[in-house]
Antibody, heavy 119, light 110 residues
């Protein structure tokens, strides 16, 4: 089955670090960019950035540049979204999604990881 | 403030037709970027509904259709069914962002 499996919900304190993951299966993981999308409580979807699993190159939405790091390890078919210092405003559901070839749409999504940041 | 603008909500009776608008700018839809649509039920993975303006992935009913003109696009749902009750998002490539831009989402109530 073709799928993206995301890591489980996290509860963290402000200032803590965190890495969440997204594991692909059922397809050639290295052949498709992986994107991360944020959904804050009661809000819509926001594109954060993406990584090419082939070489772990990443590009970012300027709004998220410098606050998160996106990477991938093709040897274990896994992409990552990482924070070095969380803020309460990072509380959200984070989705990973597979980009369809060279087109800018996302044809396969994970179920999301809920990150709660609270003191 | 989302880059693409959608109405917050639309509603219709079973069997009716509803449309959802998606307004962009010269940085995205108006720059000839394709528009894509997603269906999202809270607690589940978003699902690709239409890609490249009006193409349906396998398994998506032909009740869903899309169009694009100028800097705007729209999603039409004909023969509205209870299972269509969900949030719908438009998305396009934005040159200023250098990546994907989403609409704010539209909640469809049946």
């Amino acid at each position: 089955e073709v799928q993206l499996e995301q890591s489980g919900a996290e509860v963290k304190k402000p200032g803590e670090s965190l890495r969440i993951s997204c594991k692909g299966s059922g397809y050639n993981f290295a052949s498709h960019w992986i994107t991360w999308v944020r959904q804050m409580p009661g809000k819509g979807l926001e594109w954060m950035g993406r990584t090419d699993p082939h070489d772990s190159y990443a590009s970012y939405n300027p709004s998220f540049q410098g606050h998160v790091a996106i990477s991938a390890d093709k040897s274990i078919n896994t992409a990552y979204l990482q924070w070095s210092s969380l803020k309460a405003s990072d509380t959200a559901i984070y989705y990973c999604a597979r980009q369809s070839g060279t087109y800018w749409y996302f044809d396969l999504w994970g179920r999301g990881t809920l990150v709660t940041v609270s003191s | 403030q989302s880059v693409l603008t959608q109405p917050p909500s639309v509603s219709g009776a079973p069997g009716q037709r509803v449309t959802i608008s998606c307004t962009g700018s010269s940085s995205n839809i108006g720059a000839n970027s394709d528009v894509h649509w997603y269906q999202h039920l809270p607690g589940t993975a978003p699902k690709l509904l239409l890609y490249n303006n009006n193409n349906r992935p396998s398994g998506v009913p032909d009740r869903f259709s899309g169009s694009k003109s100028g800097s705007s696009a729209s999603l039409a749902i004909t023969g509205l069914q209870p299972e269509d009750e969900a949030d719908y998002y438009c998305q396009s490539y934005d040159r200023s962002l250098g990546g994907a831009a989403f609409g704010g989402g539209t909640k469809v109530t049946v």
